[in-house]
């Protein structure tokens, strides 16, 4: 696709579930971020991969998130017992080579923790 | 986490108008980038800005890189009612990671036709 794309675009599950939030970066993009927007707040940074590793994962707010981007392309956040506090948009950034590159970033994908 | 302070944290202004928004922090940064997002979209960037004093213009927008490196600006001039949106500042910390953008609560832009 010409964008990052994320799935799903809304989620909706219950306190103590497991989620999987997916990012499809851009084609060739090797650089690929993870932000969690509020409610009123600017995005907030998670995570970010150079190819398939984890650069910076001091974002993470605790050892319930985790993410992966096994082939250095697709990245999928895990959020393991979710909390109410959890629900905010989920952003997905990438970049082309250094991380001086712009960041294009997808749609989000809502998540609403009952 | 750390974030900017953006301000002011809304407008509503007449279409024509000038408008003016800031970020400042009590720390340095390398880079200085403003954003536009509109509903159920991620943001978008409209200007980046990578050295102390940089003013650089995309359109009817203008921002600087503030000389201390703790602040910036943006300014639209003549405002149309598509300019409606949340406009974030955004910066690298010196001494922080590079992919690790720091971003202010935005400001609230809307427009009366």
């Known amino acids: 696709g010409a964008g990052v794309s994320q799935t799903p675009s809304n989620k909706v599950t219950e306190k103590g579930k497991y989620v999987e939030l997916r990012c499809d970066p851009i084609s060739g993009h090797t650089a690929l971020y993870w932000y969690r927007q509020s409610l009123g707040q600017g995005p907030e940074f998670l995570i970010y991969f150079q190819g398939t590793g984890a650069a910076d994962d001091s974002g993470l707010p605790n050892d319930r998130f985790f993410a992966v981007r096994p082939e250095g392309s697709v990245s999928t956040l895990k959020i393991q017992r979710t909390e109410r506090g959890d629900s905010a948009v989920y952003l997905c950034a990438s970049s082309s080579a250094g991380v001086t590159d712009t960041q294009y970033f997808g749609p989000g994908t809502r998540l609403t923790v009952l | 986490g750390q974030q900017l302070n953006q301000s002011p944290q809304s407008m509503f202004i007449q279409e024509g108008e000038d408008v003016s928004m800031n970020c400042t922090s009590s720390?340095?940064?390398?880079?200085w980038l403003w954003y536009k997002q509109d509903p159920g979209e991620g943001p978008v960037l409209l200007i980046a800005l990578y050295k102390a004093g940089e003013l650089t213009s995309n359109g009817r927008l203008t921002a600087q890189f503030g000389i201390t490196r703790k602040d910036s600006f943006l300014n639209i001039s003549a405002s149309i009612p598509s300019d409606v949106g949340i406009y974030f500042c955004a910066g690298q910390l010196q001494g922080g990671s590079q992919g690790n953008l720091i971003f202010g609560k935005g400001t609230k832009l809307s427009v009366k036709p």
């Open positions: 720390s340095i940064f390398n880079t």
